[in-house]
T-cell receptor, first 116, second 109 residues
Framework: EAGVAQSPRYKIIEKRQSVAFWCNPI?????LYWYQQILGQGPKLLIQ????????DSQLPKDRFSAERLKGVDSTLKIQPAKLEDSAVYLC??????????????FGNGTRLTVT | SQQGEEDPQALSIQEGENATMNCSYK?????LQWYRQNSGRGLVHLIL?????REKHSGRLRVTLDTSKKSSSLLITASRAADTASYFC?????????FGKGTRLSVIA
C-alpha cells in the first residue's frame, strides 16, 4: 500500500509570510493527524480529523494556524503569518479508525519549515 | 498529561550489544506504542503493548510494561548500525497519542 504523502519536502520563508502544507493519507484511513516536531523534541499534536470533522484542535494556535480536510481525504495545514518559532518539521499521520482501539499511526516524511 | 518520557535521552553502543530504553508516563493508558525515527524521516511504528499485557516480542525487539510503576522498556538485542535512530514511546488513553522527547540511539560499527 502507498504510504502517507506530504509536500513540499522543504520550505523556507520569511517571518510574516504564509505557507501551506499538503497531506494525502493512506487510502481508507479515516483519521488524520498533523504534528509539529521541533528539533530535538517529540511530535506535538496540532489537530486530529475524523473523516472531514475536527476531533481535537486544542493545541492548534488558531490565531495563525488553520487546517482543513474538505472531502475527508487530503488535508492542508496553513500558517499565516509565520513566526520564527514555527520553524519545525510538520508531520502528517493517518490511521484506520477502529473505535477506541488506537491502532498504529502511519507517518509521512514531513515538511521541514524554516522561517527566517 | 499522558506524555511519555524516555530515558536516557541519548545512548551510544557498539554493534552487537543490546540497547535498553525506558519510558515513564503519568496517567492510566489503553496501550503504549514505540516508534522509530530515522534522521529526516517520519516515525515508523515498531510495537504496541496493551495495558493488560506485560511483555511482547517482535523480532529483535522486546517490550515490557509495568502499569503499577507506569513504565515501559524497549530492548533491542544484537544491535546493528541500521538501528541508529531516535526512539519514541507514545501513550494512549481516551485522547490521541502523545509522544515523549525520545531516546537518540547511536550504534557504532
Amino acid at each position: 500500500e502507498a504510504g502517507v504523502a506530504q509536500s513540499p519536502r522543504y520550505k523556507i520563508i520569511e517571518k510574516r509570510q504564509s505557507v501551506a502544507f499538503w497531506c494525502n493519507p493512506i487510502s481508507g484511513h479515516a483519521t488524520l493527524y498533523w504534528y509539529q516536531q521541533i528539533l530535538g523534541q517529540g511530535p506535538k499534536l496540532l489537530i486530529q480529523f475524523q473523516n472531514n470533522g475536527v476531533v481535537d484542535d486544542s493545541q492548534l494556535p488558531k490565531d495563525r494556524f488553520s487546517a482543513e480536510r474538505l472531502k475527508g481525504v487530503d488535508s492542508t495545514l496553513k500558517i499565516q503569518p509565520a513566526k520564527l518559532e514555527d520553524s519545525a518539521v510538520y508531520l502528517c499521520a493517518s490511521r484506520h479508525y477502529r473505535g477506541r482501539d488506537n491502532s498504529p499511526l502511519h507517518f509521512g516524511n514531513g515538511t521541514r519549515l524554516t522561517v527566517t | 498529561s499522558q506524555q511519555g518520557e524516555e530515558d536516557p535521552q541519548a545512548l551510544s553502543i557498539q554493534e552487537g550489544e543490546n540497547a535498553t530504553m525506558n519510558c515513564s508516563y503519568k496517567t492510566s493508558i489503553n496501550n503504549l506504542q514505540w516508534y522509530r525515527q530515522n534522521s529526516g524521516r517520519g516515525l515508523v511504528h515498531l510495537i504496541l503493548i496493551r495495558s493488560n499485557e506485560r511483555e511482547k516480542h517482535s523480532g529483535r525487539l522486546r517490550v515490557t510494561l509495568d502499569t503499577s510503576k507506569k513504565s515501559s522498556s524497549l530492548l533491542i538485542t544484537a544491535s546493528r548500525a541500521a538501528d541508529t535512530a531516535s526512539y519514541f514511546c507514545a501513550t494512549s488513553g481516551n485522547t490521541p497519542l502523545v509522544f515523549g522527547k525520545g531516546t537518540r540511539l547511536s550504534v557504532i560499527a
